[in-house]
């Protein structure tokens, strides 16, 4: 959620969800929530990236595709929108899914070039 500082609940109030590890469930796990929002804690294995990694990413699309600064502006925008550095409750496959929805809407650049890019070591 946008804006929150995200307070986790106490122990006992935590709610039995699914848990994956290595892309696959593995039973439940009581999973604590923002006391404030209501946001349900990420405890996957993938911790999400920082802000900075997609705005290196998003430079190195520009070197191989014809992306203005005002683009560059609108993809941040958007990033900042969507709250895609919220590290509380995003994993990284999500961060990278909306960030190549984003992408590919705003720039009219191809999906496999972002992800391309993005499994880059």
Not at 71 to 90: P, T
């Amino acid at each position: 959620m946008v804006g929150c500082e995200h307070k986790s609940c106490g122990g006992s109030e935590k709610v039995w969800l699914p848990y994956y590890f290595k892309e696959r469930e593995r039973g439940l796990k009581p999973h604590p929530f923002c006391a404030d929002c209501g946001l349900v804690k990420n405890l996957s294995s993938e911790r999400p990236r920082d802000l900075g990694y997609y705005m290196n990413v998003l430079a190195m699309l520009g070197q191989r595709y014809k992306i203005v600064q005002v683009q560059k502006h609108l993809v941040a925008m958007e990033i900042d929108r969507l709250a895609l550095e919220d590290g509380y409750g995003m994993d990284r496959k999500m961060q990278e899914k909306l960030f190549v929805e984003i992408v590919t809407r705003t720039l009219n650049v191809p999906a496999r070039a972002v992800t391309v890019i993005l499994e880059a070591p």
